[in-house]
Structures are given as structure tokens and as C-alpha cells.
């Protein structure tokens, strides 16, 4: 069995990312294979629980304030609405769901403790539960443990050197420093990046340096494809190729050999044979619904008609680790250790993002 290394090279890697193609996906199937089941793909329900209005400047994002995007911001969503969604979300054949917030940071308070009762509402309706609500300390990625989050989703976008060219508001540390505090409890790291932002090949495989390094690896890893949204600094970015798609699958899949990777934004842009291809390549996960965050992803019903298709079958929850334990409710008062997190605001200058800052400006 093929063994996880974390000492993987940029160089190893982009040889691994140009490797001729039917080599490259002959030995990500291989791999594949060894640690997983090749039908088997697990699906995650995306919901926005509350969206827009974002004081971060990353370039790729709608939901950031400074520009302007045409999409409906919301304040947090309650339990009731979140249960009613995750409902539909298990009948629909989801084992997971990923509730995401346009939040820099997770700040104590009120807001924090309707999440945290979000978790264990979900959780008792025995599904795997995902947040993504940007930094987190020691303490709060605790509470999340203990109200039963199974994992949480905090992406690295990028190399560090790119990351710079695309976010100035935090820094890329702050990534690793979350995903260090999430590791110090029993929740799982969700950790991926997006490719097509203008990135050279070099930061990719750099991202997957960064990705690989760590101990343990993610156990899961999306891969996104930037969806250029109008009014964003990427608004002009080109759509990535699928072969760029697969090779970036193929590549994750051979450098974390037990991480679910995930297939994620993009794939409105993408056949049902670009993704078949990635599926062969690696990919073993979906986020499903009409609706990522903001933007547009295929119906559920597609989908599941792509499955039959392929014959891949939803993986049920709780297979690969098992469900955590909820903790009822306790004052958060008392939970909160008065944490004072340093999370950085570099504040470098990047030309695009003030640009469309500028514009956006004009227009309001
Ligand atoms: N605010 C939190 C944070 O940034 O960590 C959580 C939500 S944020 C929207 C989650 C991830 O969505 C980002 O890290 C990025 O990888 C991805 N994302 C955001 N906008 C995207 C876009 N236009 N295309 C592809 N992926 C995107
Ligand atoms: C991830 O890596 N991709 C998802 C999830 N984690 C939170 C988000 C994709 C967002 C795409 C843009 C939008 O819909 O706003
Ligand atoms: Fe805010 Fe997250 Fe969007 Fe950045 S990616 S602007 S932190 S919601």
C-alpha cells in the first residue's frame, strides 16, 4: 500500500502535475484504489447561514462588502431554518452538511451560540456536520467539538507566495494557525484551494506542498475552480481547462492518498465526461444543490442521474470515522476562556482588488 509522505517537494509535485496524461491518471486511479472505494462519493449540502457583507478583501469572493456583486446578503440564519434545509438536504441523499459563514473570524457571543446549536441540531439528525466560519481559536474550535461539528473547512486558496496576490486582509498563517487549533480537537480539517486565479502551475503544486506537509494530512480537501464572479477582482479570469482540472485531481489524489477529495465549485462549467474523468483521477466528493454559497451548481437531480450513470453510490455518513458525541448546551459565558487571537492584517497593496474597490465605489 502506498504509504502518506509529508515530504513531498514542489518539484516532485509539479513532475507529478506534467506527468503525460494517461500515465498521470493511470497512477492516481492506481492509488485510488488503494485506499478507497472507486464507486463510492461522498456528498456534501452547501448552506450559506449567513451571507455577504464580508470585511475581507479576498479577491476570488463574492460575499466580500468592498465590491460590488450582485448577490442578497443575509444576517445568520436561524436553528429552525437550518434544520428544515439540512432535512431536505438527507432526503436528497447528502450525508453532510457545510454551513458557511461571510465571517473574517468567529467572534464570542450570541452568534457563535446559535451556531454551535445549529451543530447539534444537525448532529442529532445524525448527519456529518462542516462549518467554514474563517479563523477560529483554541477554544471556540473546542465548543465546536463538543456540540458534535465533525469537520471544518478552512482553505489555504493557494501557494503562500500567491495568497499574497490574492487576499491582503489576513495572512497566510492565520490559515495554518486555524487549522492548527481545529487539529487539537477531535474534528476533522477540511482544507483545499481554488485554482484559475491567474496562478502559475508552481503555485498549485506549491498549495499542495503546504497541504501535504501537514501531520496529519487533511482528511478532506476540496478543489475548487474559481467561479469569476462580476464586480470581484477575478471577474476577468479565464474558465480553467478540465485537463488543468484533472491533472490538479489527479495530483492531490497522489499526494494525499487517504484525503476525500473533494470536487467542488466549477462544475456547472463541466461535462459529465470532464467530471467522470475526475472521479477516475481521485475525486470522491461533491458539494450538491442548485446553489454553493452564492453562485450556481448543478441540481441535485442531475447529479443523481450522473451517479446512475457512472454507477457511483453516496457514501453514508459516519463511514470513515464515528459520529461525534453533542454536549447539551452550556452558558458560553463560562466556555469562553477570553481568548485575544492575533490574527495579522498585512494590508499589502494589490493593485486588482483596489481596483475593483474603486469601481465598485462608482456604482454605489
Ligand atoms: N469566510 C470563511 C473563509 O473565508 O474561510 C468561509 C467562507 S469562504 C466563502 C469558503 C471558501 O470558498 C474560500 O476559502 C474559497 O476557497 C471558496 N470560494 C469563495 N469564493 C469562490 C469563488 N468565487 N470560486 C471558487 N471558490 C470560492
Ligand atoms: C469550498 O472549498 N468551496 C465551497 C465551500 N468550501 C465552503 C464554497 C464555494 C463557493 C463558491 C462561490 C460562491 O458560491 O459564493
Ligand atoms: Fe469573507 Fe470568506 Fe469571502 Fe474571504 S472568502 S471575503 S473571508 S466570505
Not at 255 to 266: F, I, K, Y
Request: hydrophobic letters at 35%; one cysteine or more; charged letters at 25%.
Amino acid at each position: 500500500m502506498s504509504t502518506v509522505r509529508h515530504d513531498w517537494t514542489k518539484e516532485q509535485i509539479l513532475d507529478i502535475y506534467n506527468t503525460p496524461l494517461m500515465e498521470l491518471l493511470y497512477q492516481a486511479a492506481t492509488i485510488h484504489r488503494l485506499h478507497h472505494d472507486p464507486n463510492t462519493v461522498q456528498v456534501s449540502t452547501l448552506l450559506s447561514i449567513k451571507t455577504g457583507g464580508c470585511p475581507e478583501d479576498c479577491g476570488y469572493c463574492p460575499q466580500a462588502a468592498r465590491y460590488h456583486t450582485n448577490i442578497e446578503g443575509n444576517d445568520l440564519m436561524s436553528v429552525q431554518q437550518v434544520k428544515a434545509q439540512a432535512l431536505r438536504a438527507k432526503s436528497s441523499g447528502s450525508s453532510r452538511v457545510c454551513m458557511g459563514a461571510a465571517w473574517r473570524n468567529v467572534k464570542d457571543g450570541p452568534e457563535f451560540d446559535q451556531v454551535l446549536e445549529m451543530v447539534r441540531t444537525i448532529n442529532k439528525l445524525d448527519m456529518e456536520v462542516c462549518c467554514t466560519l474563517g479563523m477560529v481559536t483554541e477554544n471556540q474550535a473546542q465548543r465546536l467539538a463538543e456540540a458534535g461539528l465533525y469537520a471544518y473547512n478552512h482553505n489555504l486558496d493557494s501557494s503562500e507566495e500567491y495568497y499574497k496576490e490574492v487576499i491582503s486582509t489576513r495572512g497566510f498563517e492565520d490559515r495554518l494557525e486555524t487549522i492548527d487549533n481545529v487539529r487539537k480537537t477531535n474534528v476533522t480539517v477540511c482544507s483545499g484551494g481554488i485554482i484559475g486565479m491567474g496562478e502559475k502551475i508552481e503555485d498549485r503544486a506549491g498549495m499542495l506542498v503546504a497541504l501535504s506537509t501537514l501531520d496529519p494530512q487533511p482528511e478532506s480537501t476540496p478543489i475548487n475552480a474559481l467561479v469569476a464572479v462580476e464586480g470581484t477582482p477575478l471577474e476577468d479570469q479565464h474558465p480553467v481547462s478540465i485537463w488543468d482540472m484533472v491533472r490538479m485531481v489527479a495530483t492531490t489524489r497522489i499526494v494525499l492518498p487517504e484525503t476525500q477529495v473533494r470536487l467542488s465549485a466549477g462544475r456547472t462549467q463541466m461535462t459529465r465526461e470532464g467530471q467522470a474523468m475526475c472521479f477516475f483521477a481521485g475525486a470522491n466528493s461533491i458539494f450538491a444543490g442548485d446553489k454553493l454559497l452564492t453562485t450556481p451548481n448543478p441540481d441535485v437531480n442531475e447529479d443523481m442521474e450522473m451517479f446512475k450513470l457512472l454507477g457511483l453510490n453516496p457514501q453514508k455518513p459516519f463511514t470513515k470515522k464515528t459520529q461525534p458525541q453533542t454536549v447539551e448546551a452550556v452558558d458560553s459565558e463560562l466556555q469562553s476562556l477570553g481568548e485575544k487571537p492575533k490574527w495579522t492584517r498585512p494590508e499589502h497593496k494589490i493593485e486588482r482588488n483596489e481596483d475593483a474597490k474603486q469601481k465598485a465605489k462608482v456604482l454605489k
